[in-house]
């Protein structure tokens, strides 16, 4: 590393991601070779592009839907899930990681982070590397006994149909367990009267939209969670957002 004139030395496979104001990206090959829903880990190591400069220390790791099947570039996409990581402001390389949700359709894009302004959005990653952490049966569970059920249930909630009812039959404690959101949710969940306990919830929400005739009922958060909200945006602690014709009722937080 040179750092006298507020430059890294590229390496052999260094990437910089950005150019002058806008962000840059790379994106994987769609993830064909799962077998179903898995966790992922993506790991990298980052730098931020110079010393004391506008650059942003934030990249995004995004999950992916696209058509696109462009070669060189992706311009039509969706975005299914994110996770921001905040670089250290030190000129040196650093490893950085995340878990994050995918399907086989999808794909693993990670990139510069506007966060605000209009200058450069130039950051450097290297080493990239992408492992399963688990994979997912695809079964859906009517009954929720225990954290397990309860993730599962997340994991494939976007599967569920409008007529399904999933329900709690005993207090699920969430010591040491950091849930992954359900995506969206149309059927009838039902808490039963029974509580969620020791759940920190680091801004995420049990499900991100409760969709059309989606419902939430006889659920208690107990006082023994520890609800962070979301920094930007709506957000709620059983449904991030909820459309028109969803229903929450007979939900107390205790």
């Known amino acids: 590393e040179d ?9 052999p496979g260094n990437i910089k991601l950005g150019a002058s104001n806008k962000t840059g990206g790379i994106v994987t ?11 992922l880990k993506v790991t990298f190591k980052g730098c931020p592009y110079k010393e004391l400069t506008s650059d942003p220390l934030t990249a995004s790791v995004m999950v992916i839907s696209t058509t696109d099947n462009n070669v060189s570039t992706i311009q039509n996409y969706s ?45 450097l990653i290297d080493d990239i590397k992408i492992e399963v952490v688990k994979a997912y049966s695809g079964t859906k569970v009517s009954e929720i006994k225990n954290s397990t059920d309860l993730q599962s249930f997340l994991l494939l909630s976007k599967e569920y149909t409008a007529d399904e009812t999933v329900t709690i039959t005993s207090d699920i404690d969430l010591q040491g367990v ?9 059927g009838t969940l039902d808490g039963g009267g029974h509580s969620i306990k020791n759940w920190t919830s680091n801004g995420a929400s049990l499900i991100k939209t409760l969709g059309d ?10 006082e023994s969670c520890s609800l962070i909200p979301a920094r930007t945006g709506n957000f709620g602690f059983l449904a991030q957002t909820s459309n028109k014709f969803s229903i929450v009722e007979n939900c107390v937080n205790n």
Request: charged fraction near 25%; proline fraction near 4%; include cysteine.
């Open 213 to 222: 005739g989606g419902r939430i009922k006889n659920l208690n958060i107990d």
């Open 79 to 123: 975005v299914v899930s994110s996770k921001d990581i905040t670089f250290s402001p030190e000129l040196e390389w650093k490893e950085y990681s995340c878990e994050i949700l995918a399907d086989p359709t999808d794909r693993i894009a990670i990139s510069s982070r506007r966060i605000s302004g209009t200058g450069q959005q130039r950051l």
């Open 178 to 186: 950091e849930l992954i959101s359900g995506t969206t949710f149309i």
């Open 3 to 11: 750092k006298s004139d507020g430059k890294v030395c590229a390496r």
């Open 29 to 39: 090959p769609v993830l064909s070779a799962l077998e179903g829903k898995a966790l």
